[in-house]
């Protein structure tokens, strides 16, 4: 059984994270992924209700910028990687590609800040959870939820 602290909380008890740096179990990462989907949910639900009251002119430059710097500095790519972020007009809310050890993160520029800042955060995650040759690396699998995670609470100085 791998060593694993975990966290109290007034709900219930949370694997927060392997304290010996091994690899987290197959049900922790299991148990992690049934949570951020319920948290998606959650941000579906609330991004609908708060649809209406949010401003809805796009990202400028100078906000993007300031989330890629931002994201870099708090979270930064896996050692040797770059990652080049940039907002074009697009069919899709935003997508990440990959060339040998160079991504890219492509952010419709028609979407506001706030919406910028979730996709760059999502995008973000999916250059976080690169690993080569590692079986866990899938499109929105549980490693990349952990990712995900970490991004999103480093991003917002949760953690």
């Not at 990202?59 to 500095?73: L, P």
């Not at 506001?112 to 699998?141: F, K």
């Not at 990349?144 to 953690?159: F, I, M, N, P, T």
Request: neutral net charge.
């Amino acid at each position: 059984m791998s060593k694993e602290r975990k966290a109290e909380t007034s709900k219930e008890t949370k694997i927060v994270e392997p304290v010996d740096g091994s690899t987290p179990s197959a049900a922790t990462l299991e148990s992690i992924q049934g949570q951020l989907s319920k948290l998606q949910n959650n941000l579906r639900a609330f991004q609908g209700h708060f649809r209406s009251s949010r401003d809805h002119t796009p990202c400028t430059s100078a906000e993007f910028r300031y989330m890629v710097d931002h994201i870099r500095n708090v979270c930064p790519p896996p050692k040797g990687c770059t990652c080049t972020c940039v907002r074009e007009e697009s069919e899709e809310t935003g997508f990440t590609t990959k060339h040998r050890k160079e991504f890219t993160i492509q952010i419709d520029k028609r979407l506001t800040r706030y919406e910028t800042e979730h996709v760059l955060i999502h995008e973000w995650a999916h250059v976080l959870a690169w690993r080569p040759h590692h079986p866990l690396s899938g499109d929105h699998g549980p490693d990349w939820g952990v990712w995900y995670s970490l991004a999103y609470r480093k991003y917002h100085g949760l953690e």
